[in-house]
């Protein structure tokens, strides 16, 4: 963990909310590998899901990461 983020759940958050594009893909550890092959789509996406799912994590913006990962998994699909 690095100085900027209180934990995981934060971290996760800020990339999924506040960055966009070839940045946020960056940040969040995507690759054309996540396009290409389904299990590591879903793999990623659900190591993600269980931390920042608004019914288990009570950050305020949950539900708004919660629908950008949705967002960037349905392009994975």
């Known amino acids: 963990m ?9 971290k996760y958050i800020f990339y999924l909310v506040e960055l966009k594009g070839k940045l946020q893909l960056d940040f969040l550890g995507v ?3 996540h396009y290409s092959n389904k299990k590591v789509a879903e793999r990623w996406y659900k190591e ?7 019914d288990k994590c009570n950050h305020p913006k949950a539900t708004e990461a919660m ?3 949705e967002k ?3 392009g994975m699909k």
Request: no cysteine.
């Open 2 to 10: 690095n100085d900027y983020f209180k934990d995981e759940i934060s």
């Open 31 to 33: 690759n054309i590998t």
């Open 48 to 54: 993600i899901v269980k931390l920042i799912h608004p």
């Open 67 to 69: 629908q950008a990962l």
């Open 72 to 74: 960037l998994y349905s």
